[in-house]
């Protein structure tokens, strides 16, 4: 099963909003509504910030949000802020038991 | 409050085994899926294995599947990871996760452990 496909990298100004995309197949993103997204800072163990495509676990900002069209996801952070700058992953069910997850996207705010 | 402390990482040898373990606390152990994620040393993350709460229904990544095998001990609140047949692509930071239940393993919840590294090389 190959992974998901993300940008390397993004990057935006401290209030602008930044959108990370996560492309995969019908038989994964497109097949199923269970897309994750995760924040990794440095050193530190992911944390959960969008599943089921577009849900936000307790104490997740709002400005945090999730969306998704076809074999493509994306999470949108509006409102960037400096503790935003993380390493973001993208999951999806992909069928048949299994789980893929995307390469990871640098998030840089200038 | 939910944790999770994995331990049993370490330096091992290509070929050889090593069991990772999983302390669960917080929560009703037996009532939740759990899995295995690893990531390799400034690379992505990858699913490994996924148990049902009851111990009944296991699944793996093909990229261990044969070598490593998932177990747990409700008894413990412990979950474990053989593996064998141990090879220089294994080596990475080792993350137990909380499924939101027994069913729809695939939905993580915001519980994972802080890791523990396997480093495989001779």
């Known amino acids: 099963q190959s992974a998901l496909t993300q940008p390397p990298s993004a990057s935006g100004s401290p209030g602008q909003s930044v959108t990370i995309s996560c492309t995969g197949t019908?038989?994964?993103?497109?097949?199923?509504?269970?897309v994750s997204w995760y924040q990794q800072h440095p050193g530190k163990g992911p944390r959960l910030m969008i599943f089921?495509?577009?849900k936000r676990p307790s104490g997740v900002p709002d400005r945090f949000s999730g969306s998704k069209s076809g074999n493509t996801a994306s999470l949108t952070v509006s409102g960037l802020q400096a503790e935003d700058e993380a390493d973001y992953y993208c999951?999806?069910?992909?069928?048949?038991?299994?789980?893929?997850f995307g390469g990871g996207t640098k998030l840089t705010v200038l | 409050e939910v944790q999770l402390l994995e331990s049993g990482g370490g330096l091992v040898q290509p070929g050889g085994s090593l069991r990772l373990s999983c302390a669960a606390s917080?929560?009703?152990?037996?009532?939740?899926?759990m899995n295995w994620v690893r990531q390799a040393p400034g690379k992505g993350l990858e699913w490994v294995s996924v148990?049902?709460?009851?111990?009944?229904?296991?699944y793996y990544a093909d990229s261990v599947k044969g070598r490593f095998t998932i177990s747990r001990d409700n008894s413990k609140n412990t979950l474990y990871l053989q593996m064998n047949s141990l090879r220089a692509d294994d080596t990475a930071v080792y993350y137990c996760?909380?499924?939101?239940?027994?069913?729809?393993?695939?939905?993580?919840?915001?519980?994972w452990g802080q890791g523990t590294l396997v480093t495989v090389s001779s």
């Open positions: 148990i049902t709460g009851g111990g009944t229904n296991t």
């Open positions: 999951s999806s069910y992909a069928g048949s038991n299994n789980l893929v």
């Open positions: 996760a909380k499924s939101m239940g027994n069913s729809g393993w695939y939905r993580f919840d915001n519980y």
């Open positions: 019908s038989s994964d993103v497109g097949g199923y509504d269970y």
């Open positions: 089921d495509v577009r």
């Open positions: 917080g929560f009703s152990f037996s009532n939740y899926a």
